[in-house]
């Protein structure tokens, strides 16, 4: 089993539509979390790190819950520039390196 | 341009020659990363430097690999009697050791092994 798992999609939404991605890790000794979101052919860009009591950055709204396991992640009224891949991103405790998901690839139509 | 920089950007080369990247993170930065990534997958870690130090290596990291950070600033990553299997974009991260420990990445070299 891959330690961080992700649904590849592609998610197609519509302009202005409201989109949710989940992903869930296996190692509980994971401690922090991220979101990636990475274009075609670019390198990963970080689009926010995920806390335990959930954020928010504009129309990005990032949730943990870790008696589950998993994290979210919800875009709001879509824009045809958030057409990308989302990549979900784990760190363990006592690590320094990353762990990624294959990525969600969302893709935004007008 | 502050920002992870990698050198070369594209490399296709030949199975069974070597080749050799480089990344500059960013200035501030005293940990730097070097990940794999290959179609249709997430980006796997191979070797993790804090100041000179190499602190950790994956097993996907093969004795056919190598990489050093010689005076804690720029690294370089060797691949020596490349395989087609070694085809692949290679990613460069650094980061300051502080906060959650956000990696941020250079636009990686995509390697091509004829």
């Known amino acids: 089993r891959k330690e961080v798992e992700q649904d590849p999609g592609p998610f197609n939404v519509p302009e202005g539509a409201t989109v949710a991605f989940n992903c869930t890790y296996s190692?509980?000794?994971?401690?922090?979390f991220f979101w990636y979101r990475q274009d075609c052919r670019k390198e990963p860009k970080l689009l926010m790190s995920v806390y335990s009591s959930g954020n928010e950055d504009g129309r990005f709204t990032a949730q943990l819950n870790r008696a589950s396991q998993y994290i979210s992640l919800l875009i709001r009224d879509s824009k045809l520039s958030d057409s990308a891949t989302y990549l979900c991103v784990s760190l363990r405790r006592g690590y320094s390196t990353l762990t990624f998901g294959k990525g969600t690839m969302l893709l935004v139509s007008p | 341009d502050t920002g992870v920089s990698q050198d070369p950007r594209h490399k296709i080369t030949k199975r069974g020659q070597n080749v050799t990247f480089r990344c500059d993170p960013i200035s501030e930065h005293n940990r730097l990363y070097w990940y794999r990534q290959t179609l249709g997958q997430g980006p796997e870690f191979l070797t993790y430097f804090q100041n000179e130090a190499q602190l950790e290596k994956s097993r996907l990291l093969s004795d056919r690999f190598s990489a050093e950070r010689p005076k804690g600033s720029f690294s370089t990553l060797e691949i020596q009697r490349t395989e087609q299997g070694d085809s692949a974009m290679y990613l460069c991260a650094s980061s300051f050791p502080a906060g959650h420990n956000e990696q941020f990445f250079g636009p990686g070299t995509r390697l091509t092994v004829l």
């Open positions: 190692n509980s000794a994971s401690q922090s």
